[in-house]
Nanobody, 126 residues
Framework: QVQLVESGGGLVQAGGSLRLSCEAS???????IGWFRQAPGKEREGVSC??????YYADSVKGRFTISRDNAKNTVYLDMNNLKPEDTGLYYC??????????????????????WGQGTQVTVSS
């Protein structure tokens, strides 16, 4: 079992930046960690995921978001720059022990992930 706690969400103007943090209850070096988001009335979608040193980004966030991990702190970060109103949503951190499936495949389907946090709200105003 892995417990995940997200933080760092908030209200920001378009063009601004936020850093989301996902703190895990245990050592996560061998876990695939993902950030997903869900806007009202929409499906939960993968934003960025990391497995080992391999990363994946959705096309909509490439060049603006950066995922990183601090294994010593059991924490994964999502640095979000040049935020747009369409980035608004509830951002979830997810984890799974599967490190054999390619990270880009897992990040495109939330069903791969067994453990989820409660989410942190990101609102980008225009």
């Amino acid at each position: 079992q892995v417990q995940l706690v997200e933080s760092g969400g908030g209200l920001v103007q378009a063009g601004g930046s936020l850093r989301l943090s996902c703190e895990a209850s245990k050592f996560i070096l061998n876990y695939n960690i993902g950030w997903f988001r869900q806007a009202p009335g929409k499906e939960r979608e993968g934003v960025s995921c990391i497995s080992g040193s391999t990363t994946y980004y959705a096309d909509s966030v490439k060049g603006r978001f950066t995922i990183s991990r601090d294994n010593a702190k059991n924490t994964v970060y999502l640095d979000m720059n040049n935020l747009k109103p369409e980035d608004t949503g509830l951002y979830y951190c997810a984890a799974d022990g599967d490190t054999n499936t390619p990270v880009q495949a897992m990040c495109r389907d939330r069903l791969w992930y067994d453990y989820w946090g409660q989410g942190t709200q990101v609102t980008v105003s225009s």
